[in-house]
């Protein structure tokens, strides 16, 4: 499976959810968490969420806008 391919169809395991006493626990389990994953894994939940926020057009590739190098005066 492509790596675009996982990202597209990913879906949230509601199964797995826990419970915490407080929101330090909480922190610290997130934190856990994201250490144990690689960073290949970090990477591939980062372009999930920003494809969650930005939407996903497999056929436009590079910035969407026109960059242009301006030199201001001193």
Known sequence: ???ISEITNA?????KF???DSFEDSKQSEREYWRSCTPE???TA???LRKA????DEN???PKGFFE???REK
Request: hydrophobic fraction near 40%.
């Open 1 to 3: 499976m492509s790596r």
């Open 11 to 15: 879906r949230l395991d509601r199964t």
């Open 18 to 20: 826990a419970v915490f």
């Open 41 to 43: 894994e970090r990477l």
């Open 46 to 48: 980062l372009e999930m």
């Open 53 to 56: 926020t930005f939407g996903y």
């Open 60 to 62: 436009e590739r590079g």
């Open 69 to 71: 190098v301006v030199e």
